[in-house]
């Protein structure tokens, strides 16, 4: 199994029932403007995007109980916009 490092999302695209995640490394920081290279890509079926929403929810929501990660207001405020 091939272990892909990426910094974040690029693009998220929708066609035919596959979600497609374009993955990117930020490989420098001028004047506030990130300069990014893709990785690689991740495409998945809805019903799988779906698991792996909730899958990352627990991990996030355990991290957040072991005091690994702190949830501020800003979250909270994306967290809801998401789910309402």
Same mark, same amino acid.
């Given at each position: 199994?091939? =272990?892909?490092?990426?910094? +974040?999302?690029? /693009?998220?695209?929708?066609?035919? +029932?596959? !979600? @497609?995640?374009?993955?990117?490394?930020?490989?420098? !920081?001028? /004047?506030?403007?990130? /300069? !990014? @290279?893709?990785?690689?890509? *991740?495409?998945?079926?809805?019903?799988? *995007? *779906? @698991? =792996?929403?909730?899958?990352? =929810?627990?991990?996030?929501? #355990?991290?957040?109980?072991? +005091? !690994? *990660? #702190? #949830?501020?207001?800003?979250?909270? &405020?994306?967290?809801?916009?998401?789910? &309402?």
């Amino acid at each position: 199994m091939q =272990t892909i490092y990426a910094d +974040g999302v690029a /693009n998220i695209t929708l066609i035919d +029932g596959v !979600i @497609r995640l374009d993955l990117v490394n930020i490989t420098q !920081i001028e /004047n506030e403007k990130a /300069n !990014i @290279r893709p990785v690689g890509a *991740l495409a998945l079926s809805l019903p799988a *995007l *779906l @698991r =792996t929403h909730e899958q990352l =929810t627990q991990a996030i929501n #355990k991290m957040v109980e072991d +005091g !690994i *990660l #702190k #949830k501020n207001d800003a979250q909270h &405020s994306v967290t809801d916009g998401i789910h &309402s």
